[in-house]
T-cell receptor, first 114, second 114 residues
Framework: EADIYQTPRYLVIGTGKKITLECSQTMGHDKMYWYQQDPGMELHLIHYSYGVNSTEKGDLSSESTVSRIRTEHFPLTLESARPSHTSQYLC?????????????FGPGTRLTVL | AQTVTQSQPEMSVQEAETVTLSCTYDTSESDYYLFWYKQPPSRQMILVIRQEAYKQQNATENRFSVNFQKAAKSFSLKISDSQLGDAAMYFCAYRGAYGNKLVFGAGTILRVKS
């Protein structure tokens, strides 16, 4: 089991609220990722980071933003939540120093915007 | 762009029997990694098995093994002696050797009958 944590696990919130989804890992991994997954569907990369102060957008356009101030922490923020943001958000991390650079996932945050 | 196709939306297997989940992919890269992830109903994504494309030998992890056919771009997962705990959504994923993102298939729901 990988040591990667996400909070909250479930969040129901009203339209227009600002929210931050937390992701932390204790493995010292440099790379971290955020994926969005609709129920029963594949995952799509929305953000990734190579390390501290590095963030990049993924393939799927997202109105969310991320920051990477500490190696172990990679929070995702939505400034104004909308019903279209309802989805599951999965955080992952990997160690580029290992040749396979395998990604390990957190338990996810299921977000519902009313 | 790389794509991953899982042609079986759902599969069923009797407990203790063997089941094979299919995955094909499309890439122009010669060096890459392939993964099978399991996502149980609790929704934590867990790595099942991984394969380096440069290795001809098929990867095995206890009851899980793959049939990697590089020329055919096929990467199937075989689960032997199926157990109730194997019931989950299984995702096949691809990552280029020098890439950052995982490209996921649409997933296969595996049901295990007792």
């Amino acid at each position: 089991e990988a040591d990667i944590y996400q909070t909250p696990r479930y969040l129901v919130i009203g339209t227009g609220k600002k929210i931050t989804l937390e992701c932390s890992q204790t493995m010292g991994h440099d790379k971290m990722y955020w994926y969005q997954q609709d129920p029963g569907m594949e995952l799509h990369l929305i953000h990734y980071s190579y390390g501290v102060n590095s963030t990049e957008k993924g393939d799927l356009s997202s109105e969310s933003t991320v920051s990477r101030i500490r190696t172990e922490h990679f929070p995702l923020t939505l400034e104004s939540a909308r019903p279209s943001h309802t989805s599951q958000y999965l955080c992952a991390s990997s160690d580029w120093r290992r040749s396979t650079d395998t990604q390990y996932f957190g338990p996810g945050t299921r977000l519902t915007v009313l | 762009a790389q794509t991953v196709t899982q042609s079986q939306p759902e599969m069923s297997v009797q407990e203790a029997e063997t089941v094979t989940l299919s995955c094909t992919y499309d890439t122009s890269e010669s060096d890459y990694y392939l993964f099978w992830y399991k996502q149980p109903p609790s929704r934590q994504m867990i790595l099942v098995i991984r394969q380096e494309a440069y290795k001809q030998q098929n990867a095995t992890e206890n009851r899980f093994s793959v049939n990697f056919q590089k020329a055919a771009k096929s990467f199937s997962l075989k689960i032997s002696d199926s157990q109730l705990g194997d019931a989950a959504m299984y995702f096949c994923a691809y990552r280029g050797a020098y890439g950052n993102k995982l490209v996921f298939g649409a997933g296969t729901i595996l049901r295990v009958k007792s």
